[in-house]
């Protein structure tokens, strides 16, 4: 009960938010409940969930202004939004006692309540991302299949190491998954095997598929599955879903 999964890559426009969203609402439809944490200043989760400048998230729960809530956004599916004060989240509470540990004790009760808890991380390995790191047990990595995209991976790894080390003993990176794969293109199938042979099992089977489907669906503040069921892109994510169900039930 209440797994914590952050999903992060310092790299921007990887599908880091798309994945949280639709691996959430996927595992939704399979009757698992889930919350999803837009941890991202930008709080592109909060506007793609049709949220539109929320009154209260997660800035005001760190900063201890008001008590954690959600809201519910469909059946087994809950948003902790992204607010405008969340830009000043990293300064501010860089001076707090403990400030690496303030998400994970936030999450401590509210966690049980669900099955997964997914963190959208922003591109930075900030004060933000090392607080989702804190508290995750796991950390999902999205990546294109492009060359520099396996540039600067050492840098997550590194803090990983660093935070697994000091803050987090229980912390893994347990899934790597491609995003906007294209089949047609060489390289994809150099950054799987060089991806493969640097992290083994933990490279997820499925791929995600570029699919126009996937990047018009927050237009319409929703999900794949809600959006258009038979696209490629809810095939895709329904099979990476199927993937996270069947690690975590073994
Ligand atoms: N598989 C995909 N096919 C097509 N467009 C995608 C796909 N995944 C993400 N996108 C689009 O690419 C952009 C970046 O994705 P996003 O999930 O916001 O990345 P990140 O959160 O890592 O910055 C968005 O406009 C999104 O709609
Ligand atoms: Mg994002």
Known sequence: MGKVIAISNHKGGVGKTTSAINIGA????????????????????T????????????????????????VKIQKNLFLIPSTSGLGGAELELASEAGREFILKELLEEEKEKYDYVFIDCPPSLGLLTINAFTAAQEIYIPMQAQFLALQGIGKLLGLVDK????????????????????RRKVLNRYVMDTLESHFGDKVFATRIRNNVALAEAPNEGCDIFSYQKSSNGAFDYGQLVKEIIKRNAS
């Open 26 to 45: 996927g595992l939704a439809l399979k009757g698992k409940k889930v919350l999803l944490i837009d941890l991202d200043p930008q709080a592109n989760m």
């Open 47 to 70: 506007q793609s969930l049709g949220l539109n400048e929320p009154d209260t998230g997660i800035y005001e729960y760190l900063k201890g202004e008001q008590s954690i809530s959600s």
């Open 163 to 182: 935070i697994k080390k000091r803050l987090n003993p229980q912390l893994e990176i347990t899934g790597i998954f491609i995003t906007q794969f294209d």
